[in-house]
């Protein structure tokens, strides 16, 4: 196994009295594909939120290719390609306009932007939606494009906060082949979801939190074979996660 490019350790973020990420150790190499996953609450976002350089850790450090998430933002900013579980976008720029924003901050040239935009906005199914203002666009549409921007700049590590939400059938089977396809060049892949099913057909490895706690980690196998029952990755979930209040 390479390298590790995405490496947490001892990660915590605390909100006053609220822990919402205590220790977190992780590590993403190149090429592979992790599932964060945990109940309402388990801290997944705060996590992602750290990694991207907006929360400022509590303890402990996150850093991707050995630069800290925090200190050295704008530098990890390059080698990263995020997309928020809602993305927003300014009122008043198309889609268009954006992949072209985005792609200059990257410092794409001309030649190079119009190659990238052209194959994602075929690949995710924007269409002519692409010349009207991005705010407009549907839930999933925004996802759509809020992926094409995180692929824009070609990421060595693709931070996916729930991919799949508002996706429709078509443009989730979309997402999975793109997914793949990013990790089999060697993208490395951290994605949070609460669809079990899909974490189960594309990760290689999953992390399950639980109160801000790493309770499991490892290839999906060996989480299912720690459920009680030996049974799939939800009864794993299930035995892993479970609190009183929720048996
Ligand atoms: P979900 O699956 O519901 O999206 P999550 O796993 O992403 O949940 P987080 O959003 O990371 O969970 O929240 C973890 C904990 O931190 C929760 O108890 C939440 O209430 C708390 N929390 C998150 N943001 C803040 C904040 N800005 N101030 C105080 N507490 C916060």
């Keep these: 196994m390479p390298e590790p490019l995405l490496h947490l350790s001892d990660l915590t973020k605390r ?21 964060l996953l945990g109940p309402n609450g388990a801290g997944k976002t705060t996590t992602l939120r750290m990694l991207m350089g907006q929360l400022q850790p509590t303890q402990g450090t996150a850093k991707i290719g050995g630069l800290d998430c925090f200190s050295e933002r704008a530098e990890t900013m390059r080698l990263v390609g995020y997309l928020p579980d809602e993305p927003v976008f300014h009122e008043y720029l198309t889609g268009r306009e954006l992949l072209r924003f985005v ?17 994602w906005v075929a690949r995710l199914n924007l269409g002519e939606a692409i010349d009207d203002y991005a705010s407009n666009y549907s839930k999933g549409m925004k996802k759509k494009l809020a992926l094409a921007l995180a692929l824009l700049h070609r990421p060595r590590l693709l931070i996916l906060d729930e991919p799949a939400n508002g996706l429709d059938p078509y443009a989730t089977r979309t997402l999975l082949e793109v997914l793949a396809e990013q990790a089999a060049a060697g993208v490395a892949i951290l994605f949070s979801t609460h669809l079990l099913d899909q974490a189960e ?13 790493l309770v499991a980690a490892g290839a999906v196998d060996e ?22 209040s929720e048996t």
């Design 15 to 35: 909100y006053g009295t609220t822990t919402a990420v205590a220790g977190l150790d992780l590590a993403v190499a190149p090429g592979e594909i992790v599932a």
């Design 103 to 119: 792609g200059s901050l990257h410092g794409l040239d001309a030649a190079r932007l119009g190659e990238a935009a052209t194959q």
């Design 201 to 213: 057909r594309l990760c290689h490895r999953a992390a399950i939190i639980a109160q801000g706690r």
């Design 223 to 244: 989480l299912r074979r720690q459920a009680a029952d030996g049974g799939s990755l939800e009864q794993a979930f299930f035995a892993l996660t479970a609190t009183e």
